[in-house]
């Protein structure tokens, strides 16, 4: 019988999804520069698109002041914007989409007295404020992101998921430091020992959206065991298994190879901290390697280990979808 994880490639029926082949990574290198000077252009052609709406909104504007003073009407443009100011937002929502950190971790960041705002302290994330208040976070002074840049990175085991670490050692943000200028922050977490895919973005709102647990946003992993997962413990997982902080259960479990029953594929929606890891060590087993192939429908499929990549408009459109709520459940981000 054919082996159901080929390559690498992670093709369980019941999964319907795959992991990522290295030889079929190996061959396609050479177009991986080609690929990310097309991402570059599209995002350029965005930023055109969006130069010329606001080129014709402001030549609309003017006409109609125009239409206006010639009828003898005076003119309330002015007065329109005063009375409903689009850029209005709660302060957490501000510092997101300043690409500082997500919704939540900027509601914390607010909470304990690290933001001014016009030179006064502000506690409450709800805070309203627009664009043309001073915003200073940590003694620093923000700036909205204009551009929105969204980053596929294939991360590589040994690197720590955070924005900076005391300790020196080496951050994820190590790996995609030349990709833009813009400030971006992972989505989500993936430990020091597991590889895989991981997103980059400064989209404070698509970033809250798939982290919150009641979006039930899915994650494949190729997990390989010290040791051949028992037929009994491949039950009891499905069915479920209680852990220090409750029960934890799986989407889907599988054998990616039959032949070789350390090699599991694992289908989770739950983002609990080590939830993968901790399912197999409360069965007494050894998590060797752990490695995610899938995230929210994005693959790590033709990018090498420690690579990255923009995402196209149309993944871009796709993970919006994903974010939708999908139950009334809720728990931590992830971090697996």
Request: proline share 4%.
């Amino acid at each position: 019988m054919a082996s159901p994880f080929r390559g690498g490639f992670f093709i369980a029926p019941s999964f319907g999804l795959c992991g990522l082949s290295l030889q079929g990574m190996k061959k396609k290198s050479s177009q991986f520069a080609k690929f990310s000077t097309k991402k570059s252009n599209a995002a350029i052609k965005e930023k055109f698109k969006q130069e010329k709406r606001k080129w014709k909104k402001d030549r609309e504007e003017f006409f109609d002041r125009k239409k206006a003073e010639s009828r003898g009407e005076k003119p309330v443009v002015e007065a329109k914007i005063e009375r409903a100011d689009p850029g209005l937002m709660p302060l957490n929502k501000y510092i997101a989409h300043a690409g500082i950190a997500g919704r939540r971790e900027a509601a914390d960041l607010v909470k304990k007295g690290l933001v001014k705002v016009n030179g006064e302290l502000v506690t409450e994330p709800g805070h309203k404020v627009t664009s043309k208040d001073e915003v200073v976070v940590n003694g620093k002074k923000t700036f909205l992101q204009k551009d929105l840049v969204y980053i596929l990175l294939n991360k590589p085991k040994d690197y720590i998921t955070t924005t900076s670490d005391e300790r020196g050692r080496k951050t994820v943000l190590d790996l995609i430091k030349r990709a833009t200028p813009q400030r971006v922050y992972p989505v989500g977490r993936l430990d020091r020992n597991t590889s895989g895919v991981l997103l980059f973005t400064n989209d404070g709102e698509l970033a809250q959206s798939l982290t919150h647990p009641k979006h039930e946003v899915k994650k494949v992993y190729h997990v390989t065991l010290d040791r051949p997962l028992e037929k009994k413990d491949f039950e009891k997982i499905l069915s479920g298994v209680v852990l220090d902080d409750g029960p934890a259960s799986v989407d889907v479990l599988a054998y990616a190879d039959v032949k070789d029953k350390t090699q599991i594929g694992v289908e989770i929606h739950s983002g609990r901290n080590r939830i993968v890891r901790r399912i197999f060590e409360s069965l007494k087993y050894d998590v060797r390697q752990l490695d995610r192939v899938v995230f929210a429908g994005l693959t790590k499929k033709n990018v090498d280990r420690g690579k990255w990549r923009f995402l196209s408009e149309k993944e871009v459109r796709e993970l919006k979808y994903f974010s939708k709520p999908k139950s009334k459940k809720a728990g931590p981000a992830d971090q697996s």
